[in-house]
């Protein structure tokens, strides 16, 4: 890659009153290179400081103010042109990179996102599967009611309902709240989410 270019010079944009001033000088006292350089509509800092040495006094005093109302013109870098073989490999690895970071954020949706609808067939086995587990757990919690219903009156003889309706909610929470544990665990396994093992 080539080398960027700097021109550190340093020039003035000379305002109306500063071009008035150096023109109402003898045309034989203006230095070549200053009269070059304001054809150029530009001074350096060369030239004005030869061109204070011509002025008398109250010029001077006119340069000075007429200087405030000039603009300084400050170097700018001049940048080399990039190669257009290199500039095309940027822009390449530039849409490889975002494609790239498209698909890490899109690799957990569903492979029909944007694309027609599954078919029916594959859509009644998810609605089964879904069926399935809620069947499952239901009939789960209900055994599990029962079973902490009536443990109570198998294993010490109690009759008190109030005891075997909480004894068997209590076991049906438990029972409950394990398979929903369950049931989602293996709907994030299927959807590709992986649970990391607590150590």
Do not use: W
């Not at 290199?86 to 822009?91: F, H, N, V």
């Not at 490889?96 to 698909?103: G, H, P, S, T, V």
């Not at 919690?141 to 003889?157: E, I």
């Not at 309706?165 to 394990?178: E, M, N």
């Amino acid at each position: 890659m080539g080398e960027v270019k700097l021109d550190a010079k340093i020039y003035m944009k000379p305002s109306e009153e500063l071009t008035d001033l150096i023109q109402s000088q003898p045309p034989d006292s203006i230095p070549d290179h200053v009269a070059k350089e304001l054809k150029d509509d530009r001074l350096s800092v060369k030239s004005i400081q030869s061109l204070k040495g011509l002025l008398n006094k109250n010029d001077k005093k006119r340069l000075c103010h007429a200087l405030e109302s000039s603009e300084m013109l400050l170097p700018s870098p001049e940048y080399p042109e990039r190669n257009p073989v290199l500039e095309a490999r940027c822009q390449q690895l530039r849409r490889d990179q975002e494609e790239r970071e498209y698909r890490r954020l899109t690799k957990n949706v569903g492979n029909n996102f944007g694309v027609s609808e599954a078919p029916l067939s594959t859509q009644m086995k998810e609605l089964n599967a879904i069926l399935i587990s809620l069947l499952q757990f239901v009939v789960s919690v209900v055994c599990a009611f029962a079973f902490g219903y009536l443990a109570p009156y198998y294993f010490y003889g109690t009759i008190n309902r109030g005891t075997q309706i909480l004894c068997g909610t209590a076991v049906a929470i438990v029972v409950g709240i394990a398979d929903l544990y369950f049931v989602i665990r293996e709907t994030l396994h299927n959807e590709g989410f992986v649970l990391k093992k607590i150590d």
